[in-house]
């Protein structure tokens, strides 16, 4: 037996030994996620989607065994916080709680667009949201049907109010007065806080809202909510009915929607990392009772299908935003 040659072997082997070793370290030292994750929401802190936000990022947090941080990036309909995520490395650490507002009705209203909603991200999932919802004050007509055929006896009597030219909200009731064929003139305001007391005031007849921020109205009897703009009626309301039911348009549909977006060419691995912890997160007992108890549903798509989803949301509205004609600087 030649000693040398046996010390060389079991150095051979120590060092191999210890190059598995450190990869192994290596390669668990790296499993994604690693480190805190930063969630941007293009929105202000305390309105409807940054309640989402935390929600949801609260339960992504457990899910993930990592903190989730919410990053107010405000401004432009949520276009700066959606430009700073595509500007991001795209290694699954900064996300973006994407909407209806900056994924789909962006694009269509912008005379500079910033980004590409379809190019610029990687879905991960669709993960709910609310109904529009049509509210009339005590003033107004009491039923859908009553209001459209006011608005049609009385040219410009009635008004609208909405959060703002070209919000979810505003655009989803032009589409309502397109499918009706009638005419309100509409009032716009400075986001929803503003339309309820111009509303319960009789400055306008009728607002729209989502369904989480005008039930509240509803249930204690100073507005009453004349339809929800969903396919079925909500067991938070089941006297409200859907437009369908209360106007006869079928397939008429306004879901102000949030998702989860990351930049554009994050790994696969990590995509499927946080699929798998959007699902968990919202089959959370905790999480469920949360949104229920502000009227949001939750719809939970996978990557693949949360992009189509995206993608039927352009198509939807963009015949929409252009026959009114909304652009956004």
Known sequence: MNPLGTLQGLARIA????????????LAQTAYPAKPIRL?????????????ARIF?????????????????????GAIGSVEVKRSAPDGY????????????????????????????????????SAVVIVAN??????????VEMARAQPGKLRYGSAGHGTFVQLSMERFLREAGI??????????????????????????????????LHQVGQAKILAIAAAERSPLAPDVPTVNEALGIKDFEAILWNGLVAPAGTPKAVI???AAATAKTLKDPSVQEQLSKLAMESMDTTPAAALEYIKSEITKWKPVVEATGVKID
């Open 138 to 147: 005590k003033s107004a007509p009491q039923t859908l049907k009553a209001l």
């Open 94 to 129: 900064t996300l973006l709680f994407g909407t209806a507002t900056n994924m789909a009705l962006y694009n269509l209203m912008a005379r500079t667009p910033q980004y590409d909603s379809l190019k610029d991200f990687t879905t991960v999932s669709v993960i709910g949201g």
């Open 183 to 216: 005419n309100i003139e509409h009032i716009p305001y400075k986001g929803s806080g503003q339309v309820k007391p111009a509303l319960l005031g009789g400055q306008v007849d009728v607002m729209t809202d989502t369904f989480s921020s005008g039930l509240a």
């Open 272 to 274: 499927d990392v946080l």
């Open 15 to 26: 060092a191999t030994a210890v190059c598995i070793g450190a990869s192994t370290m290596a």
């Open 57 to 77: 990022g609260n339960g992504l947090s457990k899910a993930l065994n990592q903190p989730v941080l919410i990053d107010n990036k405000a401004g432009a309909a």
């Open 40 to 52: 941007v929401v293009g929105f202000s802190p305390g309105g409807p989607t940054d309640i989402h």
